[in-house]
């Protein structure tokens, strides 16, 4: 993940900054009590994934500071107090539609992502066809 950022010219170290805190990645055991904070990994999953999952968790716990040299703000469902307090105007969003449906969170952040002059739409899920309706109607 770091090298894909810092192609782009961002350095992840001093210009990104996360809202929330990214679960602990582990490996399934099969007796073991999983805690609620902790990210349950199947075992067949490459140890690539497991490792660049890791180095998310770790980024997630460490980069909170924001200031005006910051380039990307990571935020879940809510305005992180960080941002709040660095005075910060974001520019630009890009928001992920997980699962097909976009999710705001709260009112004030709604308010601050539909109120910046760029917004970018990502979802992994392909669009429904518009050909839907020749299946449900049918002539009789």
């Not at 990994?41 to 997630?60: A, V």
């Not at 739409?121 to 839907?132: A, K, L, R």
Request: aromatic share 12%.
């Amino acid at each position: 993940m770091a090298e894909d950022v810092e192609a782009h010219g961002i350095d992840i170290m001093n210009q990104c900054s996360w809202g929330f805190d990214l679960k602990e990645p582990v490996y399934r055991k099969e007796d073991r009590g999983y805690s609620p904070r902790t990210n349950v990994i199947d075992n067949n999953k490459p140890r690539e994934f497991f490792e660049n999952l890791y180095e998310l968790h770790q980024m997630s716990k460490q980069f909170k500071f924001i200031d005006d040299t910051t380039k990307i703000i990571f935020v879940r469902n809510r305005i992180p107090r960080a941002l709040i307090r660095s005075k910060v105007k974001p520019k630009a969003a890009l928001i992920a539609l997980g699962g097909g449906y976009y999710a705001t969170g709260t009112d004030n952040l709604k308010r601050l992502l539909e109120n910046l002059p760029k917004k970018l739409y990502y979802s992994d899920h392909q669009p429904s066809s518009w050909d839907w309706h020749d299946h449900v109607i049918e002539q009789i």
